[in-house]
Every structure is written in structure tokens, then in C-alpha cells.
């Protein structure tokens, strides 16, 4: 039996009654274990067999096959992400994109901080969209596709102010080299200057960030086709958060 803390990143229904936990912990990494029961009004693994919850888990974990959940404990259910539609979709999001770019049984406390303090952060009501854009940079790392963003992706040279990136490059492009590739996309200054930070930040100390529409949409637009481009892996969340967005413009 081992003990440990860990949040829920994704589950699935087995059976009538059994739930499927894919949990990300400190020790462990990340760890799919099976919550039998779970699904019945009368069981106490009901409550932290949710996705995005923070629990403390007694496991049966053997060392090839998937692990079984002996007890839970709920720490933090993070109800007020619950409670509004646009935080659970953020939420979820999240957890998404770090469950699928997190291997099995790789310990990380890096990672595993990472997404207990988004979740914190969302809760306490900073802005979705962009934590969203952090947790997407600190992916990029994770992933083995982290972006250049203090070097021309063409020459190398060092840069400060580009206002164009090249997603094919991987990187910004310096005044010398803006035509290097034809594809590249128009950005901010400020935008750059963000990705940056975010890249190199500890995200205990996100403060609060006031960020233009420009750059929120061109931050947005460069990351999104970089992972389109890098990693080769669709989101289904994000289409539901584009889905979210696009309702509450239209109205």
C-alpha cells in the first residue's frame, strides 16, 4: 500500500460502477488506477473521482498494471471552479494538455506543482485565459519542442523587439531575417516579451498580469498553431473551450 497525494487529470467509466482515475502525483507520476465503485450514489470514492480533484490516496500499485484506489481522503474539491462553467472548461483544459504530454511513471514534482497551482490560481479567480497561455509554455518544455524565444530562428542572432514568429522555425525572426519565412505571424513586441517571461517564470509567483486584446490573440493564435505544427496532438477540450467563446460573442 502506498499513500500518497494527487490529482485526478482525467477519468473514465468501466462497467456500471467503476470509474478509471488517471491521477498525477509527485512520487509516482502519472499513475491510471481503478476506483471500483466509484459510480455508486453510496461510495466514498464518489467524491474524489472527479476530474480535477486533490486527495490524499491509499493505493495498491503493482508495478506493471493498472493500480487499484484501497481510500481516499479529498483535500480540495476546487468547488468554485465547479460552480462556473468557463473555470470547469478551463480546468479542464488543463488537465488535458498535461495529462497528454506527461509520460507514465515519470516522477515530477515540477509538473505536479505546475498543475496544483493553475488549479489553485483559477479557483482564487485570476484569468483563465491566461493561465491557459502559461501552462501552455511550460508544456512546450515538457514536450521536447520548446521554442527559441531569445534568438533569431534564422541567424541565431540575439533579439529583443521582433515583431514577427516563425512557427515553421521555431522561434521569433530579427529584423534582418522577417522574410526568411513567408508564413511567419505579425506580433507585438509585448507579446514576445511575454512568452518569454512566461517560459522562464516560476509560476508561484504569477502576479497579476493586465495583457492587451492584441497580444491575449496573437499570444493565443502563436501557440496554438505551434502545437499544431510541433506536436501532432488535437485537444478535444480546447474545441469545446472555442465552442464557449464563440457563444459568449455571439451574444
Known amino acids: 500500500m502506498k499513500k500518497v497525494d494527487a490529482l485526478v487529470l482525467k477519468t473514465i467509466d468501466y462497467g456500471e460502477s467503476h470509474k478509471i482515475l488517471t491521477l498525477l502525483t509527485e512520487t509516482y507520476g502519472k499513475i491510471a488506477v481503478m476506483a ?12 474524489i473521482s472527479q476530474p480535477f480533484t486533490y486527495g490524499t490516496y491509499l493505493l495498491m500499485i503493482s508495478e506493471r498494471g493498472m493500480g487499484t484506489v484501497a481510500q481516499a481522503d479529498l483535500i480540495d474539491s476546487f468547488r468554485k471552479i465547479r460552480e462556473d462553467l468557463f473555470k470547469t472548461a478551463y480546468a479542464s483544459y488543463l488537465m488535458e494538455l498535461i495529462e497528454r504530454f506527461t509520460e507514465e511513471r515519470e516522477p515530477s514534482a515540477g509538473i505536479f506543482l505546475l498543475a496544483l497551482t493553475l488549479l489553485s490560481y483559477l479557483a482564487d479567480g485570476k ?95 502563436v501557440l496554438r498553431h505551434y502545437y499544431d505544427e510541433h506536436s501532432g496532438v488535437q485537444l478535444r477540450t480546447r474545441t469545446f473551450l472555442d465552442q464557449l467563446h464563440k457563444y459568449e460573442l455571439d451574444f
Open 36 to 47: 471500483r465503485g466509484a459510480k455508486k450514489p453510496s461510495s466514498q470514492l464518489g467524491s
Open 127 to 221: 484569468d483563465p485565459e491566461i493561465l491557459a497561455r502559461l501552462a501552455e509554455v511550460k508544456m512546450l518544455d515538457l514536450a521536447g519542442i520548446r521554442p527559441e524565444l531569445f534568438h533569431c530562428a534564422n541567424c541565431g542572432r540575439e533579439v529583443e523587439s521582433s515583431i514577427r514568429f516563425s512557427v515553421t522555425n521555431g522561434g521569433p525572426l530579427c529584423g534582418d531575417c522577417h522574410a526568411a519565412d513567408q508564413r511567419a505571424v505579425w506580433i507585438k513586441p509585448a507579446t514576445l516579451r511575454l512568452l518569454q517571461i512566461f517560459q522562464h517564470m516560476d509560476v508561484r509567483r504569477l502576479g497579476e498580469i493586465n495583457v492587451g486584446p492584441d497580444v491575449r490573440r496573437q499570444m493565443n493564435k
